[in-house]
């Protein structure tokens, strides 16, 4: 019913802008976007660190009720991030503000 409401199209570029939005904010950090033909639907994310364990992310995220897609293979280094659904841009900057404290409290 929404998406007869607000059209197709609202939401095409809604999710499109969340993408964006949340590709901006993780440049910064020693992560990369594997891939140049990239979704709007979700953002996979490899981590440039040696000895990382994305279980322990995902464990981490978990506490802060905040839930990502481990992806296996690719060494334990792969995450999946959606950009679907009732998804905000705070809940991007929450998300990434995680990471980063994550990623500091794992290299002390």
Same mark, same amino acid.
């Given at each position: 019913?929404?998406?007869?409401?607000?059209?197709?199209?609202?939401?095409?570029?809604? #999710?499109?802008?969340?993408? =964006? +939005?949340?590709?901006?904010?993780?440049?910064? &950090?020693?992560?990369? #976007?594997?891939?140049?033909? =990239?979704?709007?639907?979700?953002?996979?994310?490899?981590?440039?660190?040696?000895?990382?364990?994305?279980?322990? =992310?995902?464990?981490? =995220?978990?506490?802060?009720? #905040?839930?990502?897609?481990?992806?296996?293979?690719?060494?334990?280094?792969?995450?999946?991030?959606? +950009?679907?659904?009732?998804?905000?841009?705070?809940?991007?900057?929450? &998300?990434?503000?995680? #990471?980063?404290?994550?990623?500091?409290?794992?290299?002390?």
């Amino acid at each position: 019913n929404l998406i007869t409401q607000k059209g197709l199209s609202y939401y095409q570029n809604k #999710i499109a802008k969340q993408a =964006l +939005h949340f590709r901006k904010l993780i440049s910064k &950090l020693p992560i990369k #976007i594997p891939t140049k033909n =990239l979704s709007n639907c979700g953002t996979i994310l490899k981590f440039n660190i040696k000895s990382i364990n994305i279980k322990n =992310l995902f464990r981490y =995220l978990q506490t802060k009720n #905040i839930y990502i897609s481990p992806i296996s293979g690719e060494g334990g280094k792969v995450i999946n991030i959606g +950009h679907m659904g009732d998804i905000t841009f705070k809940d991007n900057i929450i &998300l990434v503000k995680e #990471i980063k404290k994550w990623l500091k409290i794992r290299n002390k």
